[in-house]
């Protein structure tokens, strides 16, 4: 396991939807259309939710990789790049951190 797995999926998710395969779970989200990629999102996002509030690790974990793969058929399905999500946290984790050192400067002079 390494953290390119998303950029993997992503890819396999673009790969579904120029190379329709039958039995594949991603051509038919294509098939349905963006209303039903969104409304599986939301559902995704309330089970996570209800997952943990219910405090069980291992089905929030579930959760939250459907969750992830399903915004990833969003973006693909949005024509939206993965590295444009990743560059914005990215750039705020640089940003969020320049704050946070400046603070601790501010706070040491
Ligand atoms: N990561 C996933 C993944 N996570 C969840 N799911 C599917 O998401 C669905 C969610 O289950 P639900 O019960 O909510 O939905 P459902 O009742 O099956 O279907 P709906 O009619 O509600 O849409 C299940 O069918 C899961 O198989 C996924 N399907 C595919 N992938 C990845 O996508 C790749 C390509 O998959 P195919 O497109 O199926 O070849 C796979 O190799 C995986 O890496």
Redesign the pocket.
Known sequence: MNDEVLKR?YQ??LD?RANP?E???????FDKGVD?ILK?VG??CAETIIAAKNGVQEDTVNEC??LL??LMVLLAAQNIPLDAVLSELDRRSAKIGNLKQMRVTDHNT
């Open positions: 999926l396999v998710v579904r395969q039995g594949s779970y991603t051509c038919y989200l039903k599986k559902e995704e990789s459907d793969y399903h």
